[in-house]
């Protein structure tokens, strides 16, 4: 499949569930990771899509204890460049995001924090380049329906703070474990569906994706076509 990436033949990456201890054996954090080292990709993100709000963590899969030592100004600058300019390619439009902090309440007991030292300069310096941007917010009401319809991105700074609320509201309608490995001017690569562009002849994809989990996804992945146009 890499190959084939490697000469843009292809649409996207289709992969199920993988063994992170028997595949990865330790050398990646996860299949994003280890698709942007095989890709000899720099800048890459983890972006769960859907139509109506997606989210993408700072750090991927990483022990909650490890979390505070991968984040940084940088990192997160990076993070939100790659979001706007897909969306602004991709989907056409310049989405506005929504930013977490990483303590309960975006504070801490302690003198500093990673709110004060890394989050909220992080949002002042992209706020000079970009429209759209807020934060930092509290993550334990932001998934509000009043609170995160104002938004089409949520950018947390770990896994589990956005994955599982999004999955929790959309199910199966959120694209599940997609990843946005941008690279160059950015060419895109996401794995588990189609994103660069879905064909409508394409029924053999649209049946192997029913047949991966037993659930019916031709209206995902219709959407997202829809929304890719």
Same mark, same amino acid.
């Given at each position: 499949?890499?190959? #084939? ?8 990456? /289709?992969?199920?569930?993988? +063994? @992170?201890?028997?595949?990865?054996? !330790?050398?990646?954090?996860? &299949?994003?990771?280890?698709? =942007? $080292? ?5 800048? #890459?993100?983890?972006? *769960? ?38 969306? $602004? $390619?991709?989907?056409? @439009?310049?989405?506005? /995001? =929504?930013?977490?902090?990483?303590? %309960?309440?975006?504070? +801490? ?15 002042? *310096? =992209? ?7 807020? !934060? %930092? ?7 509000? &329906?009043?609170?995160?319809?104002? #938004? ?24 599940? !474990? ?15 569906? /189609? ?23 031709? %209206? &995902? ?9």
């Amino acid at each position: 499949a890499l190959i #084939f990436i490697k000469k843009n033949n292809i649409s996207g990456l /289709i992969n199920g569930p993988i +063994s @992170k201890k028997n595949f990865l054996k !330790g050398n990646y954090p996860g &299949i994003t990771e280890y698709l =942007a $080292k095989k890709t000899k990709t720099k800048n #890459f993100a983890m972006l *769960i899509y859907n139509q109506e709000l997606s989210v993408s963590p700072a750090t991927t899969h990483l022990p909650i204890k490890e979390v505070h030592k991968h984040l940084s100004v940088n990192k997160l600058l990076m993070q939100i460049d790659l979001i706007k300019k897909f969306y $602004k $390619k991709r989907i056409k @439009k310049d989405c506005s /995001i =929504a930013i977490t902090g990483l303590n %309960p309440h975006c504070e +801490s007991n302690y003198k500093d924090s990673e709110e004060k030292n890394i989050i909220i300069p992080t949002i002042k *310096i =992209a706020k000079r380049k970009y429209q759209k941007i807020y !934060g %930092p917010l509290s993550a334990d009401s932001l998934f509000m &329906i009043n609170n995160r319809n104002k #938004f089409n991105v949520i950018i947390g700074m770990y896994h589990d703070q956005v994955l599982g609320p999004i999955k929790s509201i959309y199910n199966f309608k959120a694209i599940k !474990g997609d990843d946005l490995i941008a690279r160059d001017e950015l060419g895109t690569l996401i794995q588990n569906t /189609i994103i660069r562009r879905l064909d409508p002849k394409q029924k053999v994809l649209t049946k192997a994706l029913e047949k991966s989990d037993g659930r019916s996804v031709g %209206p &995902i992945a219709k959407n997202l076509k829809d929304s890719l146009k």
